[in-house]
């Protein structure tokens, strides 16, 4: 099978007629993200439940659909494995979870119901089960970024005409996902800032131009074909925030046509995108552990400056080397030295009861006198 490559190309900017272009642009600007709690919601999950009476098959709904919407936020945290692990979680364990709950488009019957629902979470309540459950999770969401879906056919590449790559990828963006994905809207202004050839060829210019009208840090072309009747080719190159995109792969539906393999393409390079940033996230959370790990210890090291007596260099030798293998002491520094005695600053995390024990296993007295401490052998 044929592969195909993005290739960017840059161009200077075209003067005036580029600036003038700018300034639609940012004059119909378009919020960049939603707020951070946003996190914590699932949106507009379909319900469809038939029961003895209209307002059991709504109970029945409300169930499912916040079943639903906690698998779909913890696979959203914490991955795949964290929501299989909680599938099992009781559905009043669940329902405590809740912050809130909204229902939309709804048609109710005799005996059924359907709605679209909208669940949030208490993030205080979900990020207590998952830590209780020992479940590695993040809840730092990434930049936006701008996807542009590109369909190649035998007429050509099509930006904004109506094709399942589109509809795919309008269906599965969310600015409420841990990468949160946005596609663009497809209205005058972003005809007059892309053409499809353009986007086909990542022309650098004309992607800068969305990328500033939708407030995104990252932009990526995803471009598709079909190969057959329930088959497409799929590839998406560039920088996402979890690292780098590289991906030219055939998706193949067993049933449904191009619309269900476009789907699958567009289901798979959001979910691997999520895996770079979680990955990349979990990474940094270790690394920042692991250094408010050191500097705890830092804060907790003591240094105790002692005086050594001793009779001769000898013994001061051995007496060093007695100190040096101590427990708890992890640092021997000499400040001064003369025939008959060593001033030594002793580095340790122990108490000064803790240090006083841990020499005197050794054989060795720390001792104060006068406000100075004294260490010698018994």
């Given at each position: 099978m044929t592969r195909f490559s993005l290739q960017v190309r840059s161009h200077s900017a075209?003067?005036?007629?580029?600036?003038?272009?700018?300034?639609?642009?940012?004059?119909?600007?378009?919020?960049?993200?939603?707020?951070?709690?946003?996190?914590?919601?699932?949106?507009?999950?379909?319900?469809?439940?038939?029961a003895a009476d209209a307002t059991q098959a709504k109970m029945q709904a409300i169930m499912k659909a916040q079943r639903q919407a906690f698998l779909t936020?913890?696979?959203?945290?914490?991955?795949?494995?964290?929501?299989?692990?909680?599938?099992?979680?009781p559905d009043r364990d669940i329902g405590r979870m809740l912050s809130s709950l909204s229902i939309a488009d709804e048609q109710t019957g005799p005996t059924r119901y359907i709605?679209?629902?909208?669940?949030?979470?208490?993030?205080?309540?979900?990020?207590?089960?998952?830590?209780?459950?020992?479940?590695?999770?993040?809840?730092?969401?990434?930049?936006?970024?701008?996807?542009?879906?590109?369909?190649?056919?035998?007429?050509?590449?099509k930006l904004w005409e109506d094709n399942p790559w589109l509809k795919a990828w309008r269906a599965l963006a969310s600015e409420?996902?841990?990468?949160?994905?946005?596609?663009?809207?497809?209205?005058?202004?972003?005809?007059?800032?892309?053409?499809?050839?353009?986007?086909a060829q990542a022309d650098e210019t004309a992607l800068q131009v969305l990328q500033m009208r939708y407030g995104a840090e990252y932009v990526l072309v995803a471009i598709a074909r079909p190969v057959d009747e329930n088959a497409i080719q799929a590839a998406m190159v560039g920088r996402s925030p979890g690292g780098k995109v590289l991906f030219d792969k055939t998706y193949v539906a067993e049933e449904g046509g191009l619309?269900?393999?476009?789907?699958?393409?567009?289901?798979?390079?959001?979910?691997?995108?999520?895996?770079?940033?979680?990955?990349?996230?979990l990474k940094q959370l270790a690394r920042e552990r692991a250094q408010?790990?050191?500097?705890?210890?830092?804060?907790?090291?003591q240094r105790l400056t002692v005086i050594v007596p001793f009779h001769s260099l000898r013994?001061?030798?051995?007496?060093?080397?007695?100190?040096?293998?101590?427990p708890g002491i992890n640092g021997v520094d000499v400040e001064a030295l003369s025939g008959t005695h060593a001033v030594v600053r002793l580095g340790t995390a122990l108490s000064t009861p803790a240090l006083k024990?841990?020499?005197?296993?050794?054989?060795l007295l720390l001792r104060n006198s006068g406000g100075r401490w004294y260490l010698q052998s018994y």
């Amino acid at each position: 099978m044929t592969r195909f490559s993005l290739q960017v190309r840059s161009h200077s900017a075209a003067g005036m007629a580029f600036v003038m272009l700018l300034l639609v642009l940012l004059a119909g600007a378009v919020p960049a993200r939603a707020a951070m709690d946003k996190l914590f919601a699932v949106d507009a999950i379909a319900v469809d439940e038939t029961a003895a009476d209209a307002t059991q098959a709504k109970m029945q709904a409300i169930m499912k659909a916040q079943r639903q919407a906690f698998l779909t936020l913890v696979q959203r945290l914490a991955g795949e494995k964290a929501a299989k692990r909680l599938a099992n979680l009781p559905d009043r364990d669940i329902g405590r979870m809740l912050s809130s709950l909204s229902i939309a488009d709804e048609q109710t019957g005799p005996t059924r119901y359907i709605a679209r629902i909208t669940i949030r979470f208490s993030p205080r309540k979900i990020t207590q089960l998952l830590r209780r459950k020992g479940i590695a999770f993040i809840t730092r969401q990434s930049p936006l970024v701008l996807v542009v879906p590109v369909w190649e056919d035998a007429d050509g590449p099509k930006l904004w005409e109506d094709n399942p790559w589109l509809k795919a990828w309008r269906a599965l963006a969310s600015e409420h996902a841990l990468v949160p994905v946005t596609v663009p809207v497809g209205d005058e202004v972003d005809r007059q800032a892309i053409s499809a050839v353009q986007a086909a060829q990542a022309d650098e210019t004309a992607l800068q131009v969305l990328q500033m009208r939708y407030g995104a840090e990252y932009v990526l072309v995803a471009i598709a074909r079909p190969v057959d009747e329930n088959a497409i080719q799929a590839a998406m190159v560039g920088r996402s925030p979890g690292g780098k995109v590289l991906f030219d792969k055939t998706y193949v539906a067993e049933e449904g046509g191009l619309d269900a393999a476009a789907r699958q393409g567009a289901a798979r390079f959001i979910e691997v995108m999520t895996l770079k940033w979680r990955q990349k996230v979990l990474k940094q959370l270790a690394r920042e552990r692991a250094q408010r790990a050191a500097a705890a210890r830092a804060a907790q090291q003591q240094r105790l400056t002692v005086i050594v007596p001793f009779h001769s260099l000898r013994e001061w030798q051995q007496l060093r080397a007695r100190i040096s293998t101590v427990p708890g002491i992890n640092g021997v520094d000499v400040e001064a030295l003369s025939g008959t005695h060593a001033v030594v600053r002793l580095g340790t995390a122990l108490s000064t009861p803790a240090l006083k024990q841990a020499l005197g296993n050794a054989g060795l007295l720390l001792r104060n006198s006068g406000g100075r401490w004294y260490l010698q052998s018994y």
